[in-house]
């Protein structure tokens, strides 16, 4: 059928340049879906780290009360001021931070970790996959 | 012949809408000054089904937004308003919150709002926060406070709340830059301070900000 | 006799010349459509790519090869029908192409999938994905009048 084979031609133009952006642009997708983006750990990772991990949970209040990594701080933006002196008297310099929030679709815990980063605190780290991960884990 | 089969398939695909309630402007964007305090947007909406419809629930994203509506039963071709508040608090930069409003007619697929605010930063301060190792030296750290040029607002002083932990504010640039020296008097054991920087504006109201010092 | 004839021939004359515009406008509606939604994705396969894992429909790399593919079949091919180059072929791919977008988007609808943020949980389904599939289900019948010339 001409319909089917003009079809076959157009599919197979287009693979020309999508195979070139494939290689490319250099916003194209990684490989790996595993990929971490910068400044984030997988659950895995930071248990290794052991106890010199500090907990930093970016959800609500709500949310945090309801429940939350143990030992885990509540920081997040809506609060800042009134959080983040409570954190500092929480964190001791030698700590390794990871901030979570609810899920890996969930951007609380970069919009934290980057103010924490821009007020002279590190290491910061984000927990891929946030509190969903960790209750997976549980 | 045909015309009339395919304008009656169009108006049935039309008719078998996700839910009665159109909102105009389901998407909100405002720019904001962190001193106004509050954001107000308003989600107009109409009932454009052919039965009654009942606004059983609005959820906000965060304890920032609150959301209001008048009544909750809106008759076919009836119109209506949600009033949500969005309170800056200490918030800079761009923030995106969501309201969720659950109809009698979808229960399962809540209508989604959003509101975008962006904060334009007035006041930055540079860095929040001083750190000394217990059994360092003494040194003075600085802390850069910059005013935004269109912002009415001047520092008026500092303080810290730990008398051992000296605040001395200076003004490098009238009314624009100035310079925070924070000196701890005891570096052989932990400690802190949190250092309120006075402003003057709003006047019947003015800002406190805040700096941190500790030691570790 | 005559006279009859030639009636008949001027009704059915003017009735085929409605459904040639209607046709000439749809080639075009679509062509640009497709041609424009192609060129906006061809600027960010990565974006597009995590766009795609939102709908759960396919692993992440058979996402990762659409993402990088699907934008320029969409170009292409929305040029051809605008151009009235290989018609027909440019016509079974959007429609077939219409078709997958379609279902794709009323599964998510189906599944109450958490498009946006996770901080809701699950049932949540912004205004987003409803629109899209109506405005889908018109350009199908679009595309199914072009295809009347086919009869």
Known sequence: MMSLRQAVLIL?????????????????????????????????????????VLWVDARSQNEYEAEHVPGAVLLNLEDWDRLFPRFLDRWSPDQKIVVY????????????????EQSGVSPVYILKGGWEEWKAAR | MRKPVFFLLLSFFAASAYGQLVFEQ????????????SIVAKYRFTNTGTVSVKIENVQTSCGCTTASLKKTEYAPGESGEIEARFTIGGRIGKQEKAILVTTSDAREKPIQLKLLVDIEDQIRIQPEL??????????PKKIEVTVADDAPVKIVSVLSDNPSIKAELSELKPGKKYEIQITPTDLSRQGGATILIHTDYPPQNPQTRYAYARIK | MESGQVTTLTRDSARSSYARIGRFLARLVL???FASAGALKIYDPGAFAIELERYQLVPWKIGVVTANYLPWLELLTGICLFLKWFERG?????????????LALASALVRGLNIDCGCFGHALVSTGTVIPILRNVVLLLLAGMLWTKYR
């Open chain 1, 12 to 52: 197979l133009a287009a693979l020309v340049p999508a195979g070139i952006s494939a290689l490319v642009n250099p916003r194209r997708p990684p490989w790996s879906g595993d990929a971490l983006l910068p400044g984030e750990e997988k659950l895995k990772t930071v248990l290794a780290w052991g106890p010199k």
């Open chain 1, 101 to 116: 929030c609810s899920a890996s679709s969930c951007q609380l815990s970069h919009e934290v970790a980057k103010r924490l």
């Open chain 2, 26 to 37: 389901p998407e909100q964007s405002f720019k904001a000054k962190p001193v106004e305090g």
């Open chain 2, 130 to 139: 001083v750190l000394w190792r217990v059994g360092e030296q003494a040194d």
């Open chain 3, 31 to 33: 062509g640009a459509l």
């Open chain 3, 90 to 102: 440019a016509l079974l791919l959007v429609t077939l192409l219409l078709g997958i977008f379609t």
